[in-house]
Nanobody, 123 residues
Framework: QVQLVESGGGLVQAGGSLRLSCAAS????????MGWYRQAPGKQRELVAT???????VYADSVKGRFTISRDNAKNTVHLQMNSLKPEDTAVYYC?????????????????WGQGTQVTVSS
């Protein structure tokens, strides 16, 4: 199993910055990709940014130029630097990992999710 623990959410004024972090732990053989998704009230969960083990990145159009995703493969961590925050960035942000881990005595590649961290941007 893989456990994902997020940190760094909070309340910030529009134009401000926050940095989210997510650490993966457990019986992990490897993590293929890590990413951040968000879900605002009444809306579906959406992709924010992802990064592969080779540092290839994908960003939602709405955050390009403002957010930067990075990862430390040795520490199984991923970060999301969020600058120039807008009220519409308000959401619960979830860490995701596509990982191969020991599950029930077998190595399995599965998707894992963190518990979420609230980001609130005031106008």
């Amino acid at each position: 199993q893989v456990q994902l623990v997020e940190s760094g959410g909070g309340l910030v004024q529009a134009g401000g910055s926050l940095r989210l972090s997510c650490a993966a732990s457990g019986s992990i053989a490897g993590i293929n990709a890590m990413g951040w998704y968000r879900q605002a009230p009444g809306k579906q969960r959406e992709l924010v940014a992802t990064i592969t083990s080779g540092d290839s990145t994908v960003y939602a159009d709405s955050v390009k130029g403002r957010f930067t995703i990075s990862r430390d493969n040795a520490k199984n961590t991923v970060h999301l630097q969020m600058n120039s925050l807008k009220p519409e960035d308000t959401a619960v942000y979830y860490c995701n990992a596509d990982a191969t881990a020991l599950v029930g005595g077998r190595w399995r590649r599965l998707d894992y999710w963190g518990q979420g961290t609230q980001v609130t941007v005031s106008s």
